[in-house]
């Protein structure tokens, strides 16, 4: 399996499934970090037709970091958004490394706010180191745009599939992953900060990466027990070197996620119900104790 | 009439071998300004609200200290203090296990989380403050934090009542992974609610505030206020210089800077701030009827802590 790690392309030639519990979450890391594994526009390209690009936040740029869109899944039209890393250093370069700024987040928004004028459900896909620190960044309020974007999801009046790719980095990829459904490929992660970030905190040492992402419990399988991801899209060969299987089999469980989310919607208020939904899916997350039971139930 | 709103617990105070203890002890009736070096009477700091009488440095307050200075006497009411932290993912690094780092924290901080939520009046008009304490672990967001914060919330939109938050935060906590991120989405869901129900939240930017408190139900509030100097941002200076290699500009990320650049709404002192917030509560109440005094389904928790830390919490997982 490590071999895997150090092979770049697709190699058609020995595709054999391997155990996946040979991985541990630091293998994983650079699995979700590996520059040749399908970044959103494979997925978009692959599973959508008729995609038209819409570019800019109306306010202040376009960021390459995050791109979206209209385009038709099977028999729907839909509104799909995703962070953009590169396949190459000098692509890498233009999308900033997956790195959103607030200028990517507010497009983002508009496009949501698009979709649920018209009715049309939103596809997200997850992969970014995290939003960009900068100073521009801060200038044009970084964190108010990844507040207005969860805002704009929390209330966003149609169905929301997000699914982690690759990368699942803190607030910024949270920002476009606030979902009623979140799926969530064999070998992403999604933590809460970098492993190297955690390591330089709280090991004091970000060469303490590999321990800390082991602690941190950031795998597909970890955040499926903990219920934060709805469903792990199994990966039998690296995602890099089995792209076609892998995004179909992402294309698969999005459209599986889509029809029970169409199924909600389509009944009498199935809007509200979906806002109900959506908000008990988050408000039970979280892990406390009472000291003493409540009164009353 | 008692609203039922202002059931609940009353504080009792755990005991503590904080160093703000040894800060009252004779001999320590001086207090360093660290802005302009001028050694300032202890008595005299907590007169002046614990700003610097010289250079108007604004001290970071504890969260009861700012429920003090916010509320009526005696006018607060704690909510949720029995709600306290797990330790999820059995957290540990070198500097040792999650679980002992909380209790570490509760003796020595005097609290059993980052955030303290719950009634009170200013000159007499309704309120729900959620206040976040800097020094309980750089008042980290994590499951607690959320949970007492939607409670609030939804206690709000329930009742009518405004509610003004405190928010001096170091980001998500991250022994807590992602049930600490999700936070975010948890608290600005809530937030969602409480802006349907019409009724309005005040955020007050506290010294310093960033990462995901900033990137969630902080900066999204109907009026976003802080004080002068605050440092607010997304990510920190020293991620930000070491990551962009970039001298950052003066004032980067104060008060000031989010002024100039339209993500708040004003900066107020400290001595103008009860003031502030209650004709910001008169202007709603005029144009909405909050604090409609009805009496609410959710049924207080009358159980009195018992005053001692926790040995260990134990996890018990809510859904």
Known sequence: MRRALNRRSESTATLEPVESVALTPWDRVKLARHQSRPHSLDYINVLFTGFIELHGDRLFGDDPAIVGGLARFGDRTIVVIGHQKGGDTRENIRRNFGMVRPEGYRKAERLMRHAEKFGIPVVTFIDTPGAEPGIGSEERGQGTAIAESLLTMAGLKTPIVAVIIGEGGSGGALAIGMADRMLMLENAV??????????????????????????????????????????????????????HGTISAVGDAVQRALDELMEVVDQPSGLDRLMEQRYERFRRIGVWSEALPVAAE | MRSILQRGDKFQPLPTDDDRLDQQIPGDLWKKCPKCSELIYTRELENNL???????????????????????????????????????????????????????????????????????????????????????????????????????????????????????????????????????????????????????????????????????????????????????????????EQITKQKLPDGFQTAEFLLEHGMIDFIVERGDLKRTVAELLDHYARVHQVDRGESIPWQPNLARSNGVAPKAAKPGKKS
Not at chain 2, 142 to 155: H, N, P
């Open chain 2, 50 to 240: 614990r700003v610097c009488p010289k250079c108007g440095n604004h001290f970071r307050l504890r969260a009861r200290e700012r429920i003090e200075q916010l509320v009526d006497p005696g006018s607060f009411v704690e909510w949720d203090a029995e709600v306290r932290p797990a330790d999820p993912l059995e957290f540990s690094d070198p500097s040792g296990a999650y679980s002992d780092k909380l209790q570490a924290t509760q003796r020595k901080s005097g609290e059993y989380e980052a955030l303290i939520t719950g009634f009170g009046t200013v000159d007499g008009r309704s309120i729900v403050v959620a206040v976040s304490d800097f020094d309980f672990l750089g008042a980290s967001m994590g499951s607690v934090f959320g949970e007492k914060l939607t409670r609030a919330m939804e206690r709000c939109a329930e009742a009518g009542t405004p509610l003004m938050s405190v928010n001096a935060s170091g980001g998500a906590r991250m022994h807590e992974g992602l049930f600490s991120l999700m936070q975010m989405a948890k608290t600005v869901a809530a937030f969602a609610r409480l802006g349907e129900a019409r009724v309005p939240h005040i955020s007050l930017l506290a010294d310093p505030c960033y990462g995901g408190v900033t990137a969630s139900y902080a900066t999204i509030a109907d009026v976003i206020i802080a004080e002068p100097g605050t440092l607010v941002g997304f990510a920190g200076p020293r991620v930000i």
């Open chain 1, 190 to 243: 999604y933590a809460v900060a970098s492993p190297e970030a955690c390591a330089a905190i709280l090991w004091k040492d970000a060469g303490k990466a590999p321990q800390a992402a082991e602690t941190m419990r950031i795998t597909a399988e970890d955040l499926l027990s903990f219920g934060i991801v709805d469903e792990v899209i199994p990966e039998l060969v690296p995602a890099h070197e089995n792209t």
